[in-house]
């Protein structure tokens, strides 16, 4: 006899694993990025008035959902820092930012019209590294506002996918002091410092003489990079200060996914 029967299991699972599938896109869903310029003309009639000079462009995720909207915030908060030196805690967009940066070189430029050089701002933004758990966004910015030179800076943010927050050096890595460790061996054989001599027995500036890992641990496709800006351990002739290592020979430091 034919069994005609329906036979609801295969049925069942089929369906169990469209919902995984979905659920499954849903939490590791893929963030889109572009590219976002912010004009200075955009806020200030620069035709008629002395305007600051900016380039500034903002990655920004397209994708909606609440982690796009956090990641968003974290780099926006980031580029507003470059142009916050007043650590001005209500400077909390940039465009706010920006116009506090155009106002105060205006009113400085009334006390001293005849000698001052109008003020700079570069900012470019884009992503270093991306995988299931981690993004990693680099920031390249220089600014001037007078004196003999201008500033340059490159931050690094590792941000976790699952939250869109940022992610702290000491929670990124396993064991904190064990990598310093580690990064301290190769740091010393890159920079060609005896064992048994001090950290800054060739010139660099550590405090206290003693090996500490940077602010900025950039991820890129194939590099974990430790970097150290200009005046963070050596003088501004020396520029910034980086070292690198294959991703693969560091990730077992890593309490997430870096490869």
């Not at 397209?62 to 956090?70: A, D, P």
Request: proline content about 3%.
């Amino acid at each position: 006899m034919i069994n005609t029967k329906p036979n609801t299991i295969p049925r069942i699972l089929f369906f169990l694993v469209i919902i995984v599938c979905f659920n499954s896109c849903d939490t590791n869903e893929s963030l889109i990025f572009r590219k976002r310029t912010i004009a200075i003309d955009d806020f200030f009639d620069c035709q008629t008035t002395n305007c600051v000079i900016t380039e500034i462009l903002l990655v920004e995720s397209i994708t909606e959902s609440k982690v796009s909207k956090s990641i968003n915030r974290v780099i926006e908060k980031a580029a507003c820092g470059v142009l916050n030196f007043e650590d001005d805690a209500s400077l909390d967009t940039i465009e706010k930012a920006l116009q506090n940066f155009n106002t105060s070189y205006q009113e400085i430029l009334k006390e001293f019209p005849e000698e001052i050089i109008p003020y700079e701002a570069s900012i470019y933004s884009d992503v270093s590294f991306q995988n299931s758990d981690i993004l990693s966004i680099v920031i390249d910015s220089y600014l001037f506002t007078g004196g003999a030179h201008g500033s340059g800076n490159t931050r690094y943010l590792n941000m976790d996918l699952k939250t869109g927050k940022l992610i702290e050096n000491k929670k990124l890595l396993n064991n904190y002091d064990e990598f310093s460790s580690f990064a301290e061996k190769a740091f010393r054989k890159t920079y060609e410092i005896p064992e048994d001599a001090s950290i800054n027995s060739t010139g660099f500036f550590f405090e206290n003489e003693t090996f500490i890992l940077p602010t900025n641990i950039g991820i890129t496709d194939d590099h974990l990079i430790l970097w150290y800006n200009q005046y963070e351990i050596a003088s501004y002739a020396e520029g910034p200060i980086e070292l690198k290592f294959n991703k693969k020979e560091v990730s077992n430091f890593f309490s997430v996914d870096i490869l």
